[in-house]
């Protein structure tokens, strides 16, 4: 779980099949995913000046990175 401004960035499996990436809004709770992936993800980190969100991504046994700009979403 990574707090950031107003939202927590965690990896749940909240409704949905897979664990995914989500943005919490602390005010509401709200549930938004940041990528709807037919994988599972973990590894989830924030960059130091809390811009960069990175995960891997589960895809067939491979692990692939995943890296959003925040400030853009």
């Known amino acids: 779980m990574l ?26 709770w709200r549930h938004t995913p940041l990528l709807e992936l037919d994988w599972d993800c973990s590894d989830l980190t924030l960059s130091d000046d809390a ?9 067939d046994g491979v692990s692939r990175l995943h890296v959003f700009d925040l400030n853009t979403r």
């Open 51 to 59: 811009r960069f969100l990175a995960f891997t991504a589960n895809e």
């Open 3 to 28: 707090l950031r401004r107003k939202s927590l960035y965690v990896i749940t499996d909240f409704e949905s099949e897979f664990l995914r990436v989500q943005r919490v809004e602390i005010a509401s």
